[in-house]
């Protein structure tokens, strides 16, 4: 079975990328870092 959290958290990264190259000034650049730290930053939690 697919880690499908995993495999939407890869997408939404990699739309991120592509909105870095769009959105080249500094504010746009530090916003989307901050996102981006934040769906790679390790998450614990139980699941029933």
């Known amino acids: 079975m697919a880690?499908?959290?995993?495999?939407?958290?890869?997408r939404m990264i990699a739309k991120l990328k592509?909105?870095?190259i769009a959105h080249?000034?500094?504010?746009?650049i530090a916003a989307?870092?901050?996102i981006e730290n934040a769906?790679?930053?390790k998450k614990y939690?139980?699941?029933w």
């Open 3 to 10: 880690n499908l959290s995993k495999e939407r958290r890869d």
């Open 18 to 20: 592509e909105l870095k």
């Open 24 to 28: 080249n000034d500094d504010a746009s």
């Open 32 to 34: 989307l870092n901050e």
């Open 39 to 41: 769906l790679r930053e």
């Open 45 to 47: 939690g139980l699941v």
